[in-house]
């Protein structure tokens, strides 16, 4: 349990950097890769299917928004189990899964990283790695408010290259009611089927929302900020979802968009332009959603040992100095640093989806749970129908990622 000579996490980050924040940890790299996917499994009707995911997303975005108000814990989903059905062993596996596919989420990013980065400079791959996980550790120890200045930093420049390709694409936006005449009707088999496996990858795209949550120790008027931050984040990377996504299918075709490696910098080539800009501002991006990763890993910890002992009293601690959980945020930067360096992460990350999943379903009913024991807290609430729709929809998902992967094998 909390001992009463620690410090406690300081409520510094306002309204305008937690909706940044928010944004970034929902845009991350997923829009600078996952784009090329889409496109190449629903073609022009690329868009529709980020409409479809975000609906799907809202349900369980608004739950998180609601629990949130109701349980202002750096721990999110840990806090929420424990809060709704009083076991402590199922919050503790939660937070542990959390906590895992931050890890996960974080090497595999900085992998990434490393790949596109040498696009630029051919640096050694490994020194590379274990310098970026120890800079963005770094930055989480030092304190919430400089770590959200950050995000909000790179969030902006991840945006401003996705303004970038609206402005190169914008010229072929009135092909698009000759493409659609050419395109198979949106009620074929074909058209379907591929805008339902869009949408099960664009669901993906979404998935960051509940990131923001576990800061809301340390966010100021969190009872307003956070709703807003959330609906911010989820209306704003709709927008560019759908915009940069019709701009990437009147540019290139549906192959090259799914064969591509970096599908947006191919568009930028596509018009005449060098794609080196457009590939520099999106490391920006894939640093910020590494770092978001960090942030939520160590205040699951910290949450886990001051509420539940279910991580060793050390790893809850908070900095006097810093107002962070130094010793948590450590330990998780020398796990990223060991995966990167010694296993192969792409296979792991595999498996974070369906863990997320899991987390967003127990979340949904446990906002259920709370609701039918007090319908009425103070600041934001949602209609019942909300969860209820989030959860069934999550197990949908998963059982649509099992059908996906027993298909592919």
């Not at 990013?109 to 996980?133: C, D, H, K, N, R």
Request: charged letters at 10%; hydrophobic letters at 55%; aromatic letters at 10%.
């Amino acid at each position: 349990m909390n001992k009463s000579n620690d410090a406690e996490l300081k409520r510094s980050v306002p309204a305008p950097l937690l909706a940044l924040y928010g944004l970034g940890t929902i845009l991350g790299a997923g829009i600078y890769v996952l784009i090329g996917e889409i496109a190449g499994k629903a073609g022009i009707y690329a868009p529709l299917t980020f409409l479809l995911a975000s609906i799907v997303a809202a349900f369980t975005a608004f739950s998180f928004a609601e629990l949130a108000v109701r349980l202002p814990r750096s721990g999110g989903p840990v806090a929420y189990i424990s809060e709704a059905f009083g076991s402590r062993w199922l919050s503790i596996i939660t937070g542990w899964m959390i906590a895992a596919t931050g890890i996960v989420s974080a090497a595999t990013i900085t992998t990434g990283f490393a790949g596109y980065f040498q696009i630029f400079l051919s640096w050694p791959e490994l020194p590379l790695m274990i310098g970026l996980v120890l800079l963005l550790g770094g930055i989480a120890a030092v304190g919430m408010k400089g770590t959200a200045w950050f995000m909000a930093v790179t969030t902006l420049a991840g945006v401003s290259g996705l303004i970038i390709i609206l402005v190169v694409t914008a010229g072929n936006f009135s092909e698009l009611p000759g493409r659609l005449s050419e395109a198979p009707t949106l009620t074929s088999s074909s058209a379907l089927n591929g805008i339902l496996l869009g949408a099960f990858l664009a669901f993906y795209a979404f998935i960051g929302f509940e990131d923001i949550v576990h800061v809301s120790e340390e966010t100021k008027n969190v009872r307003k900020a956070m709703p807003l931050a959330i609906l911010f984040a989820l209306i704003v990377s709709l927008f560019f979802y759908i915009s940069v996504s019709m701009g990437t299918v009147l540019t290139l075709s549906a192959e090259a968009l799914a064969d591509s490696k970096a599908p947006l910098v191919d568009v930028m080539k596509a018009q005449g332009y060098s794609g080196n800009i457009l590939g520099a501002l999106s490391l920006f991006i894939i640093v910020n959603g590494a770092l978001a990763q960090i942030v939520m890993a160590s205040r699951v910890l910290h949450d886990m040992g001051k509420h539940l002992n279910g991580v060793p009293s050390w790893l809850s601690r908070i900095s006097r100095r810093t107002h962070t959980p130094l010793m948590a945020t450590l330990l998780i930067v020398l796990i990223i640093i060991l995966l990167v360096s010694l296993f192969p992460t792409e296979k792991l990350a595999q498996a974070t989806s369906f863990i997320v999943l899991m987390v967003f379903a127990l979340s949904n009913l446990a906002l259920i749970h709370l609701k039918n024991r007090s319908p009425t807290p103070v600041g934001f609430s949602v209609p019942i129908i909300v969860p209820y729709a989030g959860a069934i929809l999550c197990i949908l998902m998963i059982a649509g990622q099992f059908f996906v992967s027993f298909s592919a094998h």
